[in-house]
């Protein structure tokens, strides 16, 4: 396959050695032992949050959660590729890429508990909610994209989705649309190795990056759980974006630990060995085995990092403990910008029905808040 | 012998299988999971990978390639993981599963089943607790039922498989956990209601409740508590909202003269509308009171924290009793 490596994109081995890469090492030339220690602190933390959010599930304060233990490397390196001006289109599993856009970890849950459909302000991080409908994240990157391009932003758009969702109808006009208008997006595909019960194997009979060829864009595979790896091909593809050269997809190697969501038993459908095996290539470890050869770590360190860990996690807990339940009239609350009709009238007949009195149901104008 | 909802169509399943090799399941995650809520468990180990296929996670995928199986002969039943989900299918659906006979005249049809777990009542996130059914409905071409109970899931998932016209095969997901006793064996293939035929579940005098999937329940809860308010509730299960039963509402509404109809699904333009209008028709001069409507609001489906409020619940068909009896 022309441009194409026949082996995944590394930098960093398992054991925490360099490989010797000279083209991809330079676009992460930069990288200090402080931005690495940058790095190991985001996932550090992200991973924290994620645990926090499967407690919390637990312990019946969350309806749900979609666990990305494991994929911290593919998150954070992505999103440390990013610029704060770049627009972030995410699937469900996003949170550590959310953290790193600035996502205050207080907002990280209200959807997973149920009070709402969203988490933060999208337009305050340029970041969006998560999104359910697996793949159609795709397209909307891409039409933001080319708007990016017609009000001539320079700015690059990423799409997160994963290695099920790319057998969508939506991800393949996505990339049709996206090589045809030359739209400034980044196709990341975190190939997490299952769709809940299915194998990648079920998707694809050939690594997902190549299909990019096909579309008329390059496409790289990736160690997802090497950061250093993902922050250089994402930096590239970013920054060809940024520059006007169109669109690029990355394919991260990563593996989900967890189920796929809190509802789900993945000892149904795979082997303890396999997991086990990915256990063995935790991103987060690499890292620290990355510092500890390099001579950059020590524990004062190591306790900044687990003391910042827990407060951050702290706030995820208690933010999401104290948000309170939505007031049964907000259901009619923003179906429209403007009033309608039909929604009056419901809310109007429900309040009445509610509090049994007329007046207080016709006490509030629609749409206007509390 | 005691079984769930969910077993019960795992039963019906299983039989349709066997009785006919051309029949296959396809759909995300039915194989070695046995589906999300465990509809297909252990099917795939017993009747192998190519007769119930864990296909790619692509919805149009799934109907726009059982179609094709089903012009070589096959009957497909694809399972839509959730309702949310249907719509990428949507497109399959209605201009091509719908319309291929009528196109055809006859020469070619799809006996496809098109399972879909509908409605909310889980406390799950969007996308996941949808009523589309209005939409297929809609659709020339489409059979759309729903069972509301075990027994009727075995029997009604064996005829909808059985027959020669594509069926949207509705679930009430929140009563996949119900319990019932089925005899299986009695109800045999064909036997049961005809698939296109409502029943009556309680006799009353006074009302008249339709109702389908999740909300049958609702309703026979309301019914009892108005029993012992000494209003006397007759429940109907409409089963099949693709062709409505009409003659069985028409009959009970005769004889109680008022009929509230109660879905899951917004009311504004749903199938509410359509029996209003019908009865309305047939029982103009029987009619003691307008046909009232208790459904969901015509709103997105709330956050989980608000469904309660959006589904309708015994209280809410209780209080358009008490407004139809005013009238
Ligand atoms: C259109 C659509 N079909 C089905 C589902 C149900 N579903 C949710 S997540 C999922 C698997 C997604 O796998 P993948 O794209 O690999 O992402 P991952 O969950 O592994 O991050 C499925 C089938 C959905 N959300 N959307």
């Known amino acids: 396959m022309p441009g194409q490596p026949d082996y995944p994109v590394q930098l960093v081995q398992p054991d925490g050695r360099r490989v010797l890469d000279p083209e991809h090492a330079a676009l992460v030339a930069d990288v200090g032992p402080e931005q690495l220690r940058a790095l190991y602190e985001d996932m550090a933390i992200t991973r924290r ?11 019946g304060q969350l309806g749900l959660w979609a666990p990305l233990l494991g994929q911290e490397a593919a998150q954070v390196g992505s999103a440390h590729a990013l610029y704060p001006d770049d627009y972030v289109f995410c699937s469900y599993r996003e949170a550590a890429v959310a953290y790193c856009r600035g996502v205050p970890p207080t907002e990280l849950t209200r959807l997973w508990r149920g009070v709402a459909h969203h988490c933060w302000d999208p337009h305050a ?16 990157a891409t039409g933001y994209a080319f708007a990016a391009h017609l009000d001539g932003a320079e700015i690059a758009t990423i799409a997160y989705f994963g290695d099920g969702a790319s057998s969508q109808g939506d991800i393949a ?16 595909c975190q190939n997490n190795h299952w769709a809940i019960s299915e194998p990648v194997r079920v998707q694809s009979a050939t690594p997902i990056a190549r299909r990019a060829y096909g579309y008329g864009m390059p496409g790289v595979q990736v160690d997802g759980n090497d950061v250093l790896a993902v922050l250089a091909v994402t930096r590239q593809a970013v920054a060809r974006a940024r520059s006007g050269g169109g669109p690029s997809f990355i394919e991260a190697l990563t593996y989900r630990m967890g189920p796929h969501t809190t509802a789900d038993d993945p000892t149904r459908y795979r082997s303890a060995a396999e997991t086990e095996q990915w256990a063995r290539r935790d991103p987060i470890d690499r890292v620290r085995r990355l510092l500890e050869r390099e001579g950059h770590w020590d524990y004062a360190f190591e306790l900044r990092v687990t003391e ?3 407060e951050v996690a702290h706030q995820v807990r208690t933010a999401t403990i104290d948000l309170p339940d ?12 403007t009033p309608h009709p039909l929604i009056t009238e419901q809310r109007r007949e429900y309040t009445e029905y509610l509090t049994g009195d007329p007046d207080e149901a016709s006490a509030r104008p629609e749409g206007v808040p509390r | 012998m005691i079984t769930t ?27 070695r999971l046995g589906g999300v809520f465990r509809v297909t468990d252990t099917l795939q180990k017993d009747f192998g990978d190519s007769r119930v296929i864990d296909t790619p996670l692509a919805e149009s995928g799934i109907v726009g390639t059982a179609f094709g199986m089903a012009l070589r002969g096959y009957r497909p039943v694809c399972e839509i993981q959730f309702d949310g989900f249907v719509y ?11 319309k291929i006979n009528f196109r055809t005249q006859g020469k070619v049809h799809a006996p496809l089943t098109i399972r879909i777990p509908f409605g909310g009542g889980i406390g799950s996130v969007e996308h996941h607790s949808e009523s589309p059914e209005a939409y297929f409905a809609h659709t020339a071409g489409l059979r759309v039922v729903t069972p509301s109970n075990p027994a009727d899931a075995y029997s009604m998932i064996r005829q909808a498989i059985a027959l020669d016209d594509p069926v949207i095969f509705f679930e009430p997901k929140r009563r996949y956990w119900d319990k019932a006793d089925v005899d299986f064996d009695a109800l045999g293939r064909d036997a049961g209601l005809p698939l296109d035929r409502a029943r009556v579940c309680t006799t009353g005098t006074d009302a008249t409740v339709v109702a389908y999937g999740g909300t049958v329940a609702t309703a026979l809860s309301a019914a009892k508590i108005a029993a012992e308010e000494g209003h006397s509730l007759e429940v109907i299960d409409l ?21 509230i109809v109660t879905h899951e699904a917004p009311v504004f333009a749903g199938l509410g509308a359509e029996i209003a209008a019908r009865i309305t028709e047939r029982c103009f001069y029987q009619l003691e009171a307008p046909v009232l409507r208790v459904g969901g609001f015509d709103i997105p489906y709330p956050p989980a924290k608000l469904e309660k409020h959006h589904l309708p619940d015994p209280d809410r068909i209780l209080a358009a009793v008490d407004r139809s009896l005013a009238a």
Do not use: C
């Open chain 2, 239 to 259: 089963r099949s909202l693709s062709p409505i039963d009409f003659d069985t509402v028409e009959e009970s509404v005769a004889k109680t003269g008022r009929l």
């Open chain 2, 5 to 31: 909802f969910a077993a019960s169509l795992n039963v019906g399943l299983r039989r349709a299988l066997e009785d006919d090799p051309k029949v296959l399941l396809m759909g995300e995650d039915i194989g």
């Open chain 1, 326 to 337: 939505p007031a049964p009239t907000e259901l009619f609350d923003h179906v429209y910008t």
């Open chain 1, 125 to 140: 991080v340029n970041m969006t909610n998560p999104n359910i409908v697996v793949g159609s994240q795709g397209l909307h």
């Open chain 1, 308 to 310: 910042h860990a827990d």
């Open chain 2, 88 to 98: 990428p299918a949507f497109d399959q659906i209605v201009s091509h599963v719908a």
């Open chain 1, 173 to 188: 006009e996505a990339l049709g649309f996206a090589a045809s208008w030359s739209a400034p997006v980044v196709f990341f």
């Open chain 1, 49 to 59: 949050i994620d645990i926090e959010g499967t407690a919390l599930q637990r312990q």
